[in-house]
């Protein structure tokens, strides 16, 4: 029946078909074939909505108890904010990256662990705050000696600009490769503790993506 249609329109002259009458003919043809404007995605687990998010570069535990890198100190924490920034950056339709370059001295030289982020959103023009602290980073387990196995913890908070509110905080944690008791490999075995370290940063920045942005439904 539509092969009919389309025979007797393609007869007549471009000028002869009314948009009113296409319109009305188009439409049911591109959802009879399953076309939509929208993308259909699964829900992010921290619903920020519209969002103008200000990735600030995350803390770092060293290994002694006492020690802890601050914002802007951590270089692995820097390149994990640098990760999180592209992976938004591409697959996040609510959620837009801010540039972290105007904050970086007033978070540096903030003394005590109550950062205003609030302050620090609004001069960027920010809705919300993402930043963390990277719990734990390690080469090595016992289960598989001689063998490099990594593993990466970070927990990481969502503030809220208008008010300063925490709206979410979370821990994540990677091994890379996955546990080998459950028999999964997620990569290779790497060959540096560099390369591992890239491998398990990549994996915890598109963990919280997920969370944040949802995914693409299958």
């Known amino acids: ?8 329109f393609a007869k007549r002259p471009y000028s002869a078909l009314k948009q009113p009458f296409c319109a009305v003919l188009l439409l049911p043809l591109l959802i009879s074939v399953g076309c939509s404007s929208t ?7 921290v619903d920020l909505g519209e969002a103008k998010l200000l990735i600030v570069p995350f803390q770092e535990k060293g290994q002694r ?32 990256p801010i540039s972290d370059r105007k904050v970086e001295d007033q978070v540096f030289h903030t003394d005590t662990d109550e950062v205003p982020w609030s302050d620090i959103g609004r001069a960027v023009d920010a809705t919300h705050v993402l930043t963390g602290r990277i719990e734990r980073i390690s080469f090595r387990d016992p289960r598989t000696p001689g063998m ?7 927990r990481w908070w969502v503030y809220q600009v208008s008010d300063g509110s925490r709206v979410s905080s979370r821990e994540f944690s990677v091994r890379v490769p996955e546990d080998p008791e459950s028999g999964k490999i997620y990569v290779s075995f790497e060959a540096s503790e560099r390369e591992l370290l890239a491998a398990l940063r990549a994996q915890m920045s ?9 995914a693409e439904a299958e």
């Open 1 to 8: 029946m539509l092969e009919k249609l389309f025979q007797s």
């Open 65 to 96: 108890v006492s020690a802890l890198r601050w914002h802007y100190e951590s270089e692995e924490g820097i390149r994990l904010a640098q990760a999180l920034e592209l992976q938004m950056s591409g697959n996040c339709p609510t959620v837009t």
């Open 206 to 214: 598109q963990l919280i993506a997920l969370a944040i942005c949802g």
């Open 39 to 45: 993308e259909e995605r699964l829900p992010p687990e």
């Open 148 to 154: 490099l196995q990594g593993r990466y913890v970070v």
